[in-house]
């Protein structure tokens, strides 16, 4: 393999058999040299998760023609702290994530394991990019997000980026047709309004389920929901400073130590 | 009890056995309605996951003299979020976390299942605080860290704050002669290098422990590990919004689509 072949890391948070990541995996075929580190299993939800209580399994897996894959029983960060380390032994030069199976808009960059992975790799330095698609269903149509992914994995690969830079990019419920194309977004103020639903177990014990409604808070103009409304794909930059210089600023003038 | 009588969550990633916990409750008492709901087992590294593959459980516990207690199967994500809609039925004046067995400065605040309690509240509206001590032992002297968080949970109580307010603090190893204040930093630009260390089952087969060396890679000045060196206990404002506005600038000089 020539020196300057590229070198692509792929992982999901929905696990490597989720059709999401073939998807990914084919947009990124021949753009490098693709290796792929997921977990063996559905971690939706695992936010920003790393295993430290209990040991990692890796295992080699057959899973896309010609990719080299792995296996990982660990979390999305926990799979790109491995693969660098433990596969690759190089800085990969792109990190992708996904396709994921749901929104990750707005707050949800917080929850999601998808954007956990890609935030992983972006702390580590490597340009990346979590994908995910506003279809929840498990045979969603990838054709348009995967459309996007292999544009953006391009112009990643082509371009000097930015320090840290990671994009959170969500793909609307769209046709090649209907599709409106990406937008540059910043995210919107939104938040999940949970419920629980309140079951007695066969024993007689309480339980809960999470259950959620999502709702944007957000009146301003410029934000993803804004965008995935109106048929783009929504381009969100993430940073890895939570810094909140405003509220930083606030306390400087109002707290005296 | 009064109407204007403050609410005062508190919660933890190191279960409600910790003696952080302990430590933080102690600090609130007097202060408002104490209701602790927390984790029933160590969470730490948890990041911001929540629970929504499995049914969550919530008992009420005698932990600390004459304040309601409650204990989750969750994550500190979801015990917020349980807190809120199965508990209080209010809004809570303010959210305390911790006090943290370790450091959760700079990239930290990612990883912390402490601080991701602390966001929760703060998505939710409720100003909040995630309280972490330097000290990784389980009998560690939370003298100074119950000064701080005290400190700072009547000044928080006592002012109109900013909208979703959240204060990631972290207190050095230090006695109450030899520490120096609380300062109001910016989050460092650090990151964990990972090794794993490799070994066998006694069945054969290879798995990993995630091991790893935090490195401060901030030179500039004004940041939360320079001022915990110096023995300040360092206060960060953190923010729920992710955009990275110097890179969405960059994109929209360089990116068209």
Do not use: H, R
């Given at each position: 393999m020539q020196k300057d072949t590229p070198v692509i890391l792929i992982t999901n948070d929905?696990?490597?058999?989720?059709p999401g990541i073939r998807a990914l995996v084919d947009a990124a075929r021949?753009?490098?040299r693709v290796v792929v580190v997921a977990p063996d299993s559905p971690q939706s939800g695992m936010g920003h998760a790393i295993t430290i209580g209990q040991p990692l399994r890796l295992d080699k897996v057959?899973?896309?023609?010609g990719i080299e894959s792995w296996q990982c029983s660990g979390t999305p960060a926990d799979c790109v702290k491995l693969a660098r380390d433990k596969i690759l032994h190089v800085q990969p030069d792109i990190c992708l994530s996904g396709i994921n199976h749901g929104a990750n808009h707005s707050i949800n960059v917080i929850y999601s394991g998808t954007m956990s992975a890609a935030m992983e790799a972006a702390i580590e330095g490597i340009p990346s990019i979590g994908f995910s698609s506003?279809?929840?269903?498990?045979?969603?149509?990838?054709t348009v997000a995967a459309q996007v992914a292999r544009q953006l994995a391009i112009k990643m690969l082509s371009q000097k980026m930015p320090d840290h830079i990671l994009l959170n990019v969500n793909i609307p419920i769209v046709t090649p047709e209907t599709f409106k194309g990406l937008k540059i977004c910043r995210q919107a103020y939104a938040k999940w309004e949970e419920q629980f639903d309140h079951r007695k177990d066969p024993r007689g014990k309480d339980y809960y389920w999470m259950v959620g409604r999502f709702i944007n808070?957000?009146?301003?103009?410029?934000?993803d929901v804004e965008a995935l409304k109106e048929g783009y794909a929504s381009v969100v930059p993430v940073t890895i400073?939570?810094?909140?210089r405003k509220a930083k600023e606030w306390l400087e003038k109002e707290w005296q130590f």
């Open positions: 929905d696990g490597i058999t989720a021949g753009l490098g057959e899973m896309f023609d506003l279809d929840y269903g498990f045979n969603v149509d990838f808070m957000d009146t301003g103009t410029g934000t400073d939570f810094t909140d």
